[in-house]
C-alpha cells in the first residue's frame, strides 16, 4: 500500500469530524431545550449529557492528549465520566445548559481543526494515520445512535424525518433460505484498517467448521409465527435468565411493539404503523432472538462464523473490508449514517452481499451473535481500558455489522460492538445458524 499522504488523511479526519457534527447539530436541534434536559427514559442520558459529553471525550483527547493543550474546562470532566455517573442519575448532575454545551463543543472543536492542522499524522501510534481523530469521530458517531436511541424511546409527536430505505430487490423470494460456509481457516480482526479499535485487533487466524448461515436477516413476518405459535410462553425455548425477563416484564414481543384487534402496530420516532413484516426484525434482546433461533431448530452464530461470513473471500481465501469488498461503504451497497430512519426490507442492497450472496451483513440492524465479548489473542487495551477491556467477559453478547443508525466511519467488517443480552431498546436484529456436519 502507498504511503497515506499527510494532506489526504487531514481532509479524511476533517470530514469525518464534521460529518459526526452534522449528525450531532440534527440530533440535538430538532427539539427545545427542556426535551434537550429531561430524561426521555431512566436507560438513557439526557440529550444534553450525551452533547457536553462528546465535546468533553474531545477536548480530553484531541486538545489535551494529542495536541497538548492547556485544558479548557478541567472542571466538568468528572460531570462527563460515564464510569463516574451511571445514565439513572445523570438528570441530576450540574450539567452544561443547552447553549452553554453547544458554545463548549463548538470551542472545542475550533481548537481541534487547528491542532489537526498543526500535529504530524505519524510517529506515535495515537497520532499514526490520524488515529485518535478517528476515534474520536467514532466515538461521536456512537453517541449519535445512542442519541436516535433516545429519540426513539421519547414519547410525543415526532420531530424526525428522513426518506424510505430502497425497496427489497425482485430476485428476494427466489434466494435459498440459507448459504453454506466451508469450513476452514480464515483471518478475524485486522491489523491493517488504520481506524480499527483496540477490540478489533490484531489479525489472527481462526478456524471454523462448515455451517449455514440465513441469506437474509430474520424479518417481523418470522417473527410473528413465532410469537403466533406461543413462542413466548414455551419455556423449551429459552434460558432461564431470558425466561426470568419474559415472565418479570410480561414480554409477549419486540419492544414498541402494541397489540392492535387481531394485528400489530409499532411506534417509530414518534409515528404508529403497522408491522411491516418484510423488514428485519429489531428492538429484541439477545434472550429473545437466541429463543426464536431454537423455535426455529436453529441458533444464532458465534461472532466468527458471522466476521468469515462477511469477510472472507473463498475465491481468493483473504478477508475483506466488507461483504462486497475494500471499497468504503456506498449508499447503494448498505443502509447506514441515520440516511434512512429504518431498516430497509430483507432482500434489499443486493450490490451489498457476500461473495456467497449473503445480505445486509453491513447496516440495517445489529446482528446479535452468540459470543461473549472477549479479547482477540495479543490484545492490547489502546488508548484506555474504558473503550472495551473492562467490558470483556461472559456479562455482555457481541452484536456485529452495524445499524441504519450508525455511521460508516463506525461500522466495518471486523467492527464489535456489545451489549447486556437483556437489551432492547438498541437498534439489533439477528439472523440464524446451523452446524453443516453433526457434531
Ligand atoms: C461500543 C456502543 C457499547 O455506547 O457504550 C461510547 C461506545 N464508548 N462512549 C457505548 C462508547 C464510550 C459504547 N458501545
Ligand atoms: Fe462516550
Excluded at 441469506?215 to 419455556?235: H, K, Q, W
Amino acid at each position: 500500500e502507498p504511503e497515506p499522504d499527510p494532506a489526504a488523511l487531514r481532509r479524511r479526519a476533517a470530514e469525518a469530524l464534521r460529518t459526526a457534527r452534522a449528525r450531532t447539530h440534527s440530533l440535538t436541534g430538532c427539539v427545545d431545550g427542556p426535551e434537550l434536559t429531561a430524561q426521555h427514559s431512566p436507560l438513557m442520558s439526557p440529550l444534553v449529557w450525551d452533547l457536553a459529553h462528546i465535546g468533553n471525550q474531545e477536548e480530553q483527547w484531541l486538545l489535551r492528549a494529542v495536541g497538548g493543550r492547556e485544558a479548557l474546562r478541567p472542571e466538568i470532566d468528572s460531570v462527563y465520566d460515564a464510569f463516574e455517573h451511571p445514565r439513572a442519575e445523570r438528570p441530576r448532575l450540574p450539567l452544561l445548559a443547552p447553549a452553554e454545551a453547544r458554545g463548549y463543543v463548538a470551542d472545542v472543536r475550533d481548537r481541534v481543526l487547528d491542532v489537526l492542522e498543526r500535529v504530524p499524522l505519524s510517529g506515535t501510534p495515537l497520532l499514526a494515520a490520524g488515529f485518535a481523530f478517528g476515534m474520536i469521530a467514532q466515538h461521536e458517531q456512537q453517541h449519535d445512535e445512542t442519541m436516535l436511541i433516545t429519540h426513539q424511546l421519547r414519547r410525543g409527536p415526532a420531530v424526525l424525518s428522513a426518506p424510505e430505505p430502497p425497496m427489497a430487490a425482485p430476485d428476494t423470494a427466489s434466494l435459498p433460505a440459507e448459504v453454506r460456509v466451508e469450513g476452514g481457516p480464515f483471518t478475524m480482526g485486522t491489523s491493517a484498517e488504520p481506524w480499527a479499535l483496540d477490540n478489533e485487533r490484531p489479525a489472527h487466524t481462526r478456524f471454523v467448521p462448515a455451517y449455514f448461515l440465513d441469506t437474509l436477516p430474520v424479518s417481523n413476518g418470522a417473527y410473528l409465527r413465532f410469537i403466533e405459535d406461543g413462542g413466548y410462553a414455551d419455556d423449551r425455548w429459552w434460558l432461564p435468565a431470558g425466561l426470568e425477563q419474559v415472565r418479570r416484564h410480561g414480554l409477549a414481543a419486540p419492544l414498541f411493539w402494541r397489540r392492535e384487534g387481531t394485528g400489530w402496530v409499532r411506534r417509530r420516532f414518534g409515528v404508529e404503523e403497522p408491522v411491516p413484516l418484510d423488514e428485519p426484525v429489531l428492538h429484541v434482546s439477545w434472550y429473545e432472538a437466541a429463543a426464536y433461533a431454537a423455535w426455529a431448530g436453529r441458533r444464532l452464530p458465534t461472532e466468527a462464523e458471522w466476521e468469515k461470513a462477511a469477510r472472507h473471500d473463498p475465491g481468493s481465501g483473504r478477508s475483506r473490508r466488507y461483504p462486497w469488498g475494500d471499497a468504503d461503504p456506498a449508499p447503494g451497497l448498505a443502509n447506514l449514517g441515520q440516511r434512512h430512519l429504518r431498516p430497509a426490507p430483507v432482500g434489499a442492497y443486493a450490490a451489498g452481499a457476500s461473495p456467497l450472496g449473503v445480505r445486509q451483513l453491513i447496516g440495517d440492524v445489529w446482528e446479535w451473535t452468540s459470543s461473549d465479548f472477549l479479547p482477540y489473542p495479543g490484545f492490547r487495551a489502546f488508548p484506555y481500558r474504558e473503550y472495551s477491556e473492562v467490558f470483556f467477559g461472559e456479562a455482555h453478547k457481541v452484536l456485529r455489522g452495524g445499524s441504519f443508525a450508525v455511521d460508516p466511519v463506525a461500522c466495518r467488517g471486523t467492527f464489535r460492538n456489545w451489549d447486556l443480552p437483556v437489551r432492547r431498546q438498541i437498534f439489533a436484529g439477528f439472523r440464524t445458524a446451523r452446524d453443516a456436519e453433526p457434531s
